[in-house]
């Protein structure tokens, strides 16, 4: 023990004194006599004390040590209930073991002087450091699992650590079968089951239905739980969370095996997948499972979304969205929603930041219903930044809008409890014009096409959130022509109405449906003119050279991706439209624009093929939907960004 403490106590240092000596030593052979002599006074001195402070040190943590004989020596000859070690703070190296700690680390003949970090590789003394008398995990030693715990001890000259070991190997093993026997509930919804079964015989139907419970029933099996049909086209799953890695690493095969089902009519079957995991009980995780279907229905389906206590996981959801809207829900809504507004003093209007188009003209289009109701409406928007000017400039010659266009501050002092705010174009709280004021009014209405990201706005009144339209604009006039009549409507309503659809289908050459027609139909015969909505998207000379420059630096990735990463920032208006014209050269399929904006990276993304756009930025705190996309990387300059896009990219296409 003296020679173990000795070399404890005699830090090594002598590399330092033997530098000293040889700085004396060059100063005498270079002649620099006094300098070498002083040199040489300043060392021994400096030796001196040293010595003496060893000794020193070495005879106070002698005196420390034997004056608690009897407790180290009974714990020593294991007399005590846990294994133990004394560490030095300054190093980690072991002062001191007691038997049942010599017992454990068996591997080595004699611990002491050891690093502890050599002995126990996963320990960490950072708790006791921090004043705290239990270490935050568990730690493994001679194949046993140990709760550590700690105190600090103030030695002469040193602070000493005692550690102790206690043996929860047992306890472990129970909680952790008790994780993963954990039930997770989900709910399988198919989700095109009413346009599968559409016009067919009931001979036909029953043939459809053997189908889907023959390949639900088949991945299920693997998993050894519980599955219920609880209606026609739902089923309840119920299995243990050993499992759900299993299925994870499996990307959930129901997804794209399910696709392999087609009804007579050539339509392919499609499935969501609702997963509730950490619930408390049954039904709390019935409730996870239930918003979990919610959120993949609002992002298009065709995926699965796994709810635990604090956050969404998506898996699936490349395909793109087919329309299985509903007529009916649309009328409820504007019903619910003109309700809603006459029961209001004030009634406020808010798009996303940098208003484009559709924002303003979805925001336009609820202003006409809240005039048929008679009741006060204010459109909060930064009249400075946003990228419909010349629609702004226009609606403001007309008495109905002049004072319409507020600020989100002049808002904010606007406000009551009897007042309500409707959102458009975007349903992310983050994202909005001026957040405040969403946070300031308890009722508020949603009407959105992008897919639902995991940080919507919630809760909501009134919810019309479809994926399936090709903007919220088209969504606003279908509000419209189930709310008021067509002399209601002002041309320049209309027309702001029809420019939101146009600039978000690019003319109807994408994103279009039936519905898609059937709103620009209507507000066709509200005169709204496809030739004037034509001016307000023309650029002037200068943003059209600046447009093909930006087209111009665009790189291909592989084979069939634009991508084009700018040094200089650029309008958000002309980055969508070169986005937008990318897309008008032969074997490009996605293309991405990537340029810096006060401090943030923002990238513009479209796409006409199978890569989902909106899935690949999604990871990059983006959104969107399958076809048009955008995401804002804060505090992230364009190259770093252009390396998270190719890394997502990759990502996107491995799997």
Request: with cysteine; charged share 25%; hydrophobic share 40%.
């Amino acid at each position: 023990m003296d020679k173990k403490l000795d070399r404890w106590v005699r830090p090594g240092k002598g590399i330092y004194f033997v530098i000293l000596f040889s700085f004396c030593a060059l100063a005498f052979l270079a002649g620099h006599y006094w300098l070498g002599t002083g040199e040489l006074l300043v060392s021994l001195l400096t030796l001196g004390y040293y010595l003496v402070d060893r000794q020193h040190r070495r005879r106070m943590l002698r005196q420390y040590i034997q004056s608690e004989p009897d407790t180290l020596e009974s714990i020593s000859k294991g007399d005590g209930p846990l294994p133990a070690v004394m560490v030095r703070m300054e190093d980690g190296s072991i002062v001191w073991e007691n038997y049942r700690f010599a017992e454990l680390s068996s591997s080595l003949k004699n611990a002491v002087d050891e690093k502890i970090t050599n002995v126990v590789p996963d320990i960490s003394l950072d708790f006791l450091a921090a004043g705290k008398n239990e270490a935050p995990q568990d730690v493994s030693l001679g194949g046993r699992r140990f709760r550590l715990y700690g105190t600090l001890l103030r030695a002469p000259g040193d602070r000493l650590g005692v550690l102790y070991f206690s043996d929860l190997t047992e306890l472990y093993q129970v909680r952790d079968e008790y994780i993963r026997s954990r039930p997770v509930i989900a709910i399988i919804l198919i989700d095109n089951y009413e346009e599968m079964t559409q016009n067919l015989t009931e001979g036909a139907i029953s043939n459809l239905n053997a189908k889907l419970n023959d390949a639900i029933t088949s991945w299920t099996e693997d998993y050894h739980g519980l599955l219920r049909r609880l209606e026609r086209n739902r089923f309840l799953f119920i299995f243990e969370r050993r499992d759900l890695e299993r299925a994870k690493a499996d990307k959930f095969s129901l997804l794209e095996d399910i696709h392999k089902i087609v009804s007579p009519s050539g339509l392919a079957a499609s499935i969501s997948i609702g997963l509730g995991v950490d619930g408390t009980d049954f039904e709390e995780g019935y409730n996870f499972a239930a918003l979990g279907i919610e959120m993949a229905l609002s992002r298009g389906g065709d995926q699965a979304v796994i709810k635990d206590r604090f956050n969404f996981d998506f898996y699936g959801g490349r395909s793109k969205e087919t329309d299985y809207r509903s007529k009916v829900r649309s009328r409820v809504t504007a019903n619910s929603l003109m309700e809603l507004i006459a029961q209001s003093d004030h009634v406020f209007i808010m798009g996303h930041k940098n208003a484009d188009l559709d924002s303003v003209g979805a925001a336009v289009g609820i202003n006409c219903l809240c005039r048929k109701k008679g009741k006060k409406a204010s459109i909060v928007i930064d009249l400075e930044h946003n990228a419909a000017g010349r629609l702004l400039e226009e609606l403001m010659h007309f008495p109905e809008y002049r004072d319409v266009f507020i600020s989100g501050q002049d808002a904010l002092l606007m406000c009551d409890n009897r007042s309500i705010l409707i959102v458009v174009d975007t349903n992310r709280p983050d994202q909005v014009e001026f957040k405040p004021l969403l946070e300031s009014i308890s009722k508020v209405c949603v009407v959105d096409h992008h897919r639902r990201a995991a940080d919507y706005i919630n809760p909501v009144v009134v919810n019309l959130h479809e994926t399936y339209a090709s903007s919220a604009s088209e969504l606003v006039t279908e509000l419209v022509t189930y709310a008021v009549e067509s002399h209601d409507v002002l041309p320049i309503e209309a027309k702001s109405l029809m420019a939101g659809i146009c600039l978000d289908t690019k003319f109807f050459n994408v994103r279009t449906g039936e519905r898609t027609f059937e709103a620009a139909a209507a507000l066709r015969r509200m005169c709204a003119d496809t030739t004037e909505v034509k001016l307000l998207l023309q650029n002037d000379f200068h943003d059209t050279l600046e447009k093909y420059q930006i087209i111009k630096s665009a790189k291909l990735y592989r084979d069939e991706l634009a991508i084009a990463a700018l040094d200089q920032p650029t309008s958000r208006i002309l980055a969508a439209q070169a986005a937008d014209e990318l897309l008008n050269i032969s074997g490009i399929t996605a293309s991405f624009v990537l340029y810096p904006d006060d401090g943030q990276t923002i990238i513009s993304a479209r796409s006409i093929g199978s890569a989902n756009v909106q899935v690949i930025l999604e990871p990059l705190g983006g959104g969107g939907n399958a076809a048009t996309a955008g995401a804002q990387m804060k505090n992230v300059d364009v190259q770093e960004a252009l390396d998270k896009l190719i890394a997502s990219i990759d990502a996107f296409y491995e799997e």
